[in-house]
């Protein structure tokens, strides 16, 4: 394989005596659609939040392209064209809809009013509408709170901000866990559009047909490191069932 | 693609303006305060639509109208400013002490020179205690609560070293004719304009700019405003600034009108400034709140006080009905939060 798109080597994340990753490492190509799995606490939200700046590694090397990175903070993550969706999603409840997608990114006026700080709220409604249209993301409203908003519109949300603005890497952490039937193949359908235009994504999920279904790859984390790949056409259900719980090891885990 | 164009999904709109308004708090608030108006000019009529007593009422609630403004940004990042007061104080003698010391002593006749560096002065140790506060909450992660309740006792312990415990009295002249009984476009007191002005440009900051947007966000969600990549302890510090910039400016405003440095009578500034960004529909959680709402917030225990005194009944009961108020429009905020995270 060519030199993947990114890369985590031996990442260790202690969160006071707790080992959340233990060397773990880990790796997404271009235009590739990556699983990862795990049980409960197995870190993977812990690795994603290393990868994606939210949380600093104690130690290990990420590398972009080839290139060792150094993401202190969610903001030189996203400027390098890494966007995340949180488990915990990380939407402002009180804002609407356009504003989640803008934030951080805000379209100003031209003009004097503009360089006061002035926004154009206009253009980024009309812009988010588009988008969300694009990303068959359903909203009745746009102008009302995210936070009065079902579960699933708000997971929606999430990810239709992370997609709209990520060039190199997506991460979501359990994308797909609050929604429905038709909101989930919805949200495969955009992972899968993501892949198509040369991104890479990287999916968290307890829903094994799901990550079968989507995944190109699938790897696993056990107690904090890597335990097992699988090319996902290769992989069975009890494979990966086997590689969480420990029955079946691939790699060293010394 | 026919096929799939009855199944995209329709194109989100904004709700009609009528909904839109039902919604908000500050029309239910502005309908109390309007309701309570026409109480009092039923029960007397020559009463509160009296121009004297008009000018009065809204003379008497500019000062805390511009410190509420900037408590209104400091408790929608779901802060809390409780040094408002005393930073006033503070600030007004700074200023005063800066401008007898320019005259040699005595300010009373001090030219616009002079008064000019005053305003400069009040603004500048306001803003000056608001950045350590800023610091001390966003910086060294210290509770809002805790360092504006130590700001609060120390502005005003500085003010009392200042001035040795006992009010300045050497004001000039001039600013008391110009600001603080001035009126202007036939009859309007300057400091309500200038009140009103503070009030617009607020308003005008937090409803529309990246500032006021980044307000709202950092108090909605801490977390997710910086994983978005706003600087959020930079933000902070720039709100409490504003907090402290405005309560300078109160300072300056409140050395005009009275003439005299008032040390004993800010204590409770900090509390109706809260109580009437409260009133207004801002809310202690943060994440919401607006300038329009605080401005009618601050007049409803303003014209409860004037109407009481009005239609002959104990102004005691002012505090009562206004805690009453209160309790209920934090109350209904609760229960709104409450429907609202249930989904
Ligand atoms: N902020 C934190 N402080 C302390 N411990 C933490 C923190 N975040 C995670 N942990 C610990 O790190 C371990 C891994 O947690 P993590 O959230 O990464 O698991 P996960 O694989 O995402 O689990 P899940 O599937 O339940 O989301 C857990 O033991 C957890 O208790
Ligand atoms: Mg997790």
Redesign the interface.
Same mark, same amino acid.
Request: aromatic letters at 4%; charged letters at 20%; proline letters at 9%.
């Given at each position: 394989m060519s030199t993947p798109l990114l890369e985590a080597r031996s990442l260790v994340k202690h969160y006071g005596s707790v080992e959340a990753l233990r060397g773990a490492s880990f790796e997404v190509a271009a235009g590739e659609v990556v699983s990862l799995i795990g049980d409960n606490g197995a870190g993977k939200s812990t690795f994603i939040k290393c990868l994606s700046g $939210?949380e600093q590694p104690d130690s290990g090397e990420i590398l972009l392209e080839g290139k060792p990175i150094h993401l202190d903070?969610? *903001?030189t993550a #996203?400027s390098l064209g890494i966007e *995340?969706v949180?488990q =915990? @999603? !990380? %939407? $402002?409840? =009180?804002?609407d809809?356009a $504003?989640n997608l803008y934030? &951080? #990114?805000?379209i +100003?006026r031209g003009g004097i009013l503009g360089a @006061? &700080?002035? @926004?154009d +709220?206009k253009e980024m #409604?009309r812009r988010a509408?588009e988008e969300? $249209?694009r990303l068959? %993301? *359903?909203?009745?409203? %746009? =102008? %009302?709170?995210i &936070? !009065? @908003?079902? &579960?699933g519109q708000r997971q929606s949300v999430a990810v239709a901000r992370s997609v709209v603005w990520a060039s190199k890497v997506v991460f979501m952490d359990e994308p797909t866990a609050a929604l429905g039937v038709v909101q989930r193949e919805r949200v495969l359908d955009v992972i899968r559009k993501v892949r198509d235009a040369g991104i890479g994504v990287v999916l968290i999920s307890h829903n094994m047909p799901e990550v079968l279904s989507v995944s190109d790859r699938v790897e696993v984390l056990r107690l904090g490191k890597r335990v097992a790949r699988f090319t996902a056409g290769d992989a069975s259900l009890e494979d990966l069932v086997g590689a969480m719980t420990g029955a079946l090891v691939q790699e060293d885990v010394s | 693609m026919t096929a799939t164009t009855d199944s995209a999904p329709p194109q989100a709109e904004k709700r009609p303006l009528a909904r839109r308004l039902a919604g908000a708090n500050t029309l239910w608030i502005a309908l109390v305060l309007l309701a309570l108006i026409v109480v009092f000019a039923i029960i007397d009529p020559s009463g509160i639509l009296n121009v004297t007593n008009l000018q009065y009422l809204l003379i008497e609630t500019s000062v805390l109208l511009v410190l509420s403004v900037g408590m209104t940004f400091v408790i929608v990042t779901s802060g809390i400013d409780l040094s408002v007061g005393t930073v006033l104080v503070f600030s007004g003698v700074a200023s005063a002490l800066t401008m007898n010391a320019l005259s040699g002593g005595d300010s009373t006749n001090a030219g616009w020179g002079v008064i000019a560096v005053g305003g400069v002065v009040a603004v500048g140790s306001g803003a000056l205690w608001g950045v350590v506060n800023g610091l001390l909450i966003a910086k060294a992660r210290i509770p809002a609560l805790i360092v504006t309740l130590g700001s609060f006792g120390a502005a005003l312990g500085a003010a009392e070293l200042l001035t040795g415990g006992s009010d300045v009295r050497s004001v000039p002249t001039a600013l008391g004719k110009a600001l603080g009984s001035g009126t202007s476009f036939g009859g309007i007191p300057n400091m309500v304009l200038l009140a009103a002005v503070v009030a617009a440009i607020g308003a005008w900051l937090l409803a529309t700019t990246r500032f006021g947007r980044y307000t709202y966000a950092i108090g909605s969600n801490e977390v997710a405003a910086q994983r978005t990549g706003v600087g959020v302890t930079r933000h902070l510090v720039l709100v409490y600034a504003l907090s402290g910039l405005l309560s300078g400016l109160a300072g300056f405003m409140s050395l005009a009108y009275f003439t005299t440095t008032t040390l004993t009578s800010h204590s409770t500034d900090n509390l109706n400034a809260i109580a009437g960004t409260v009133l207004g529909g801002t809310s202690l959680f943060g994440g919401v709140g607006s300038v329009i709402g605080t401005v009618i917030g601050v007049f409803i225990p303003a014209v409860l006080n004037k109407g009481f005194v009005i239609i002959g009944v104990s102004p005691f009961w002012q505090p009562i009905a206004v805690a009453i108020v209160l309790v209920a429009a934090v109350w209904f905020d609760q229960a709104r939060r409450r429907a609202r995270n249930q989904r």
């Open positions: $939210a903070s969610p *903001t #996203r *995340t949180y =915990d @999603l !990380a %939407v $402002a409840p =009180d804002l809809p $504003a934030l &951080g #990114r805000e +100003k @006061l &700080g002035m @926004l +709220k #409604r509408s969300f $249209a068959g %993301v *359903t909203l009745q409203n %746009v =102008d %009302v709170p &936070g !009065a @908003l079902s &579960g | -």
